[in-house]
């Protein structure tokens, strides 16, 4: 019986040598999980579980920390309790004034930030109101703990007849302690079994080779919920680990970079990358609403031609870019990293680089597929090697980016340019991608067919809404270089789902791809603008857009064309990549997600 209370005490053991740090460092925990809500997300709510898994993380601690000699675990205890303190206080602060706890990118700044800048930051952003805010409820808890610390230790000094009075109640104390230690056995098998799921997915997480797969793995249902801060933190440390190695890549392929000749083909590229978009949403595919009014009138004109059959190779915004920008096609041995990115080419072939974008610009908020995305074309040392000049701010509407462009062009007009546009299109918020007081066309109304709640059929009257002022800033894009010998390609990123084939909107990352996934998901729209002068000086170009426009082809491969536009000539271009050449490979796999052949999917499905 003896010893049977002995093993039940020991399970209570962990708590009572550690009382103080697990009851302190539970309150700290559960103060973030209740408080540090995402407040962009409408009903956000904390994580239900967030109290059941806090006690298993604590009790694993607290257990492992009675493995360690006494003298020691004061020390190792100490350790743990400043690192824990201060990064929550970092996490609360970062929420506080950033809207956002801690990702990736915050530490990417971080790291990135000068004694200059930081001093300055902490001028800005430390006062006295850091203690009103909710970052001086960390700092009270942890004041609480050092005060009660300090008191515990004058105590137990004081009373030294304590261990003697526990003796004489050895019998008591050891059933007590036997209870108790049999009420923390059942809590943590209780508390095990509810939070070894998001165990289970922050393993997967954190052993993902690189970036994308982090990413891809975040898309799933089952993704892990980086619930405390310390977990955000060490994610911040591992995903800009995974980056370095990537980027580590880039700069030494950037060193290989070869260009032989350039004849400078075509004196104005423009490439605009729009972004979320489903291609039958326009009437450049035979869409029945007017969202794209100005394209369709620049078609019927014979100056815009629309390709027929373009695929995105992924429905993620950062798998798309790293291919798109990489000349490394899907299905070639190797990671995107591996081979060097098209602008680095035209700068070295002597074209002057423009990146103007709504999108990827690092933010303290970012979430981690802007992130994913934009770490490489945001590094200063890669960026610099891809880009002459870049705009330096965000907007919240896309028409923005015109007036970076006319701000950037009275200084930097060039005879050669490649200039690429990035815009937010009809991202994620559809309501929020246009001025909603002066720019709704579309109204519940215009949908008498759709069999949705009203609330859907706003928000897919509101993603028209988004394709039509698209159609004015991608109009204007063009207005601008009419009077130029300037060649213009469209392309979004990957498709969207918007209640065309389900009552779904977005995209299904975890889904399996079949046509109707396809069609929605990764079937996008692509055309090619010129202007007159262009047309007229170049006609063998313009006459291999009008006849290659019903080819099947897949953007990653937009690289190898945009090489040909510009008349460089370098090792790493490929003809049977570039869909303008005569030799392209209409047979090539069409790999999307690198998994599933576009080209044999069931033909009866379509």
Known sequence: MKRLLRILGIFWRPLRVNAAFFVFLFALGYLCTQTEIRLHLKGAKPYELSAVELFFDLYIVCFLLTLIPEKVRLWVRLFLAVILYAVALVDMFCYVHFESTLTPTMLMLFFETTGGEAKEFLNSYVGWDLLTSKTGWVLLIALLHIIWAVWSAWWQRRNQQKRSLISLNESVAQRSQAILGLLALGLFIYCTTQCLPNKQAMMRLMTKANLGEVEHELTTKDCANLYLPIHRMVFSLYANRLASQQITRLLEVTDQVRVDSCSFRSPQIVLIIGESYNRYRSQLYGYDKPTTPRQLQRMQDSTLVAFTDVVAP?????????????????????????????????????????????????????????????????????????????????????????????????????????????????????????????????????????????????????????????????????????????????????????????????????????????????????????????????????EAVKHYCRRPYMTDLLPHTLLFLGGIHTPDYRVEYDVLNSKYDEHRPRLLKNSVDYNGLCPKDK
């Open 314 to 542: 992924w429905n993620l915004t950062s798998f798309v870019f790293k291919h798109v920008f990489s000349l490394h096609a899907v299905g070639e041995e190797g990671d995107w990293c591996d081979m060097p990115m098209f602008p680095e080419v035209f700068r070295k072939a002597g074209y002057h680089v423009t990146f103007i974008t709504n999108q990827f610009l690092p933010k303290a908020g970012e979430a981690v597929y802007d992130f994913s995305g934009g770490f490489f074309l945001n590094h200063p040392e890669l960026s610099e090697q891809l880009f002459d000049t870049r705009n330096t701010k965000l907007h919240r509407y896309d028409e923005g980016v015109l007036a970076d462009y006319d701000a950037v062009s009275k200084k930097n007009h060039h005879d050669h340019q490649l200039t690429i546009f990035h815009l937010m299109g009809q991202h994620v918020d559809y309501r929020g991608r246009f001025p909603v007081k002066t720019r709704r066309k579309f109204t519940a109304a215009d949908y008498p067919d759709k069999q949705l709640s009203e609330k859907r059929l706003q928000i897919n009257a509101d993603y028209d809404n988004a394709v039509l002022y698209n159609d004015s800033v991608v109009n204007e894009i063009m207005r601008r270089y009419e009077q130029e010998e300037a060649i213009v390609i469209y392309m979004p990123d990957h498709g969207e789902e918007c209640f065309n084939s389900l009552d779904f909107f977005g995209r299904n990352h975890s889904a399996t791809i079949d046509y109707r996934l396809a069609r929605e998901e990764f079937e996008i729209p692509f055309w090619i603008w010129a202007s007159a002068t262009y047309r007229q000086a170049h006609p063998d170009v313009w």
